[in-house]
Nanobody
Framework: QVQLAESGGGLVQPGGSLRLSCTASGRTILTVGMGWYRQRPGKQRELVAWITNGGAADYADSVKGRFTISRGSNLNTVYLQTNSLKPEDTALYYC??????????WGQGTQVTVSS
């Protein structure tokens, strides 16, 4: 199993920035990639950004150019730098880890609220 712990959410004004962090523990050697999803009020959970162990990253169109995903040197941590935040970025952000056997694990979520 893999356990995920997120941090870094909060309340920020439009145009502001936050850095989300997620640390994995457990059988992390089996991961093939990690990423961030979000669930906005009244919407389904959606992919925000994903990064493989090799460093290949993919982003939702709505965050390209504003958000950057990265991994820590030991591959057990994933970060999401969020810049130029908009009110529509308000959501519960979840960390996700995918294993080589296709199992997936989720964190508890960290709330990001963009409001003036």
């Amino acid at each position: 199993q893999v356990q995920l712990a997120e941090s870094g959410g909060g309340l920020v004004q439009p145009g502001g920035s936050l850095r989300l962090s997620c640390t994995a523990s457990g059988r992390t050697i089996l991961t093939v990639g990690m990423g961030w999803y979000r669930q906005r009020p009244g919407k389904q959970r959606e992919l925000v950004a994903w990064i493989t162990n090799g460093g290949a990253a993919d982003y939702a169109d709505s965050v390209k150019g504003r958000f950057t995903i990265s991994r820590g040197s030991n591959l057990n941590t994933v970060y999401l730098q969020t810049n130029s935040l908009k009110p529509e970025d308000t959501a519960l952000y979840y960390c996700n880890a995918r294993l080589i056997n296709k199992d997936e694990y989720w964190g508890q979520g960290t709330q990001v609220t963009v409001s003036s």
